[in-house]
């Protein structure tokens, strides 16, 4: 080892590159992927340790093919990164469904630039598949989408000529830098204002694809990740303002002659999200919108009151079936989605 020329690097000089096995193959390319807060990329080295009788230390261990981790953060701007690990070019379509992830394999290249602007190294992960990827939304901060992918392989660059992307990509200049959370309007049962959820804290979109590793004898690596069906669950939390949401999903019961919403038996509705562009008027221009159909509650904690704090309740739900078939239960457009 020596001692190395670079004291550190600041986020500034580190950058992402994906790529597609379908999107990038041919003559199309690997996209920059823009507006990323954080990526990590872990490799587990799974030992077994081994002993035997009569002896105290142990005898040896062996080793398992190497599993691959990355994990991405953006903040959600438009739908560059999320339709491109989805397989659909992100310049001439329209959306992603959830159950376009299962297919598509990705890999994920982060590289490194020195004080000259030149690349000195890049670490690769391939053959990755989407494990997972949530939408945040909060009342006060900027909506973020984040990614877990699955990879079989990895490789780290560091000799010059060697690189997959010797070059810094091209900066996107013209799309907004974050959409705060003020920009976000969440709807039940159909997309219109009349059916908006008031007072909402945070707001969750979960999608996970349960991950399955493929091995075989004599190989001392991964054959391959596959993903299985999409599961989509929702999260939020909302200040207590009148009967929302306990309306949507209790029906009026009437025990008595007296009127009551019996917290059982939850009913299914349909959840829209609509994200509109900061630069233009307030809920004028839809830049991204998401359309979750037949959501039930799985868990709901009606009320939680603290001491000189605001008084909220907690939901969590599932989508129990598609309404448009090969969807998955989650429906992703550039335009108002209004049927699921």
Excluded at 13 to 31: F, K
Excluded at 178 to 192: E, L
Excluded at 291 to 306: D, E, H, K, L, Y
Aim: glycine fraction near 8%; charge should be negative.
């Amino acid at each position: 080892m020596t001692n190395p020329t670079i004291s550190g690097l600041l986020s500034h000089r580190a950058g992402v590159w994906a790529r597609n096995s379908v999107l990038s193959s041919g003559s199309a390319t690997d996209i920059w992927a823009d507006r990323v807060q954080s990526v990590e990329i872990v490799d587990t080295h799974n030992n077994t340790d081994y002993y035997e009788l009569g002896r105290v230390a142990k005898v040896g261990t062996t080793l398992d093919p190497t599993e691959y981790r990355i994990t991405l953060q953006e903040n959600l701007h438009n739908s560059e990164i999320d339709m491109f690990l989805a397989g659909v070019d992100p310049t001439t379509g329209s959306g992603w469904y959830a159950a376009n992830m299962v297919t598509q394999s990705n890999s994920a290249y982060v590289v490194f630039r020195n004080d000259n602007d030149s690349v000195f190294e890049e670490i690769a992960v391939a053959s990755a598949r989407v494990n997972e990827v949530t939408y945040t939304f909060v009342a006060n901060g900027a909506c973020t989408v984040d990614y877990t992918l699955m990879g079989t392989s990895g490789s780290y660059y560091h000799t010059a000529g060697s690189y997959v992307h010797p070059l810094w990509g091209a900066q996107d200049n013209t799309t907004t830098g974050a959409v705060h959370g003020k920009d976000a309007r969440v709807r039940f049962t159909s997309n219109v204002d009349a059916n908006r959820v008031y007072r909402l804290q945070r707001f969750v979109v979960r999608v996970q694809y349960p991950e399955q590793t493929i091995r075989e004898l004599g190989n001392r690596e991964l054959v391959g990740k596959l993903v299985d069906s999409p599961n989509v669950t929702v999260e939020f939390d909302v200040q207590q303002g009148d009967l929302q949401p306990h309306d949507v999903f209790f029906p009026v019961s009437n025990d008595g002659g007296v009127p009551k919403r019996v917290l059982g038996q939850p009913q299914t509705v349909d959840v829209f999200i609509d994200v509109y562009d900061p630069d233009q008027g307030e809920g004028s221009s839809v830049i991204k919108s998401f359309g979750i159909p037949n959501c039930r509650p799985t868990s709901n904690t009606p009320v939680t009151a603290r001491v000189r704090q605001l008084t909220t309740s907690r939901w969590a739900l599932t989508n129990v079936s598609e309404d448009t078939l090969g969807t998955g239960g989650l429906i992703v457009s550039k335009t108002q989605v209004t049927t699921t």
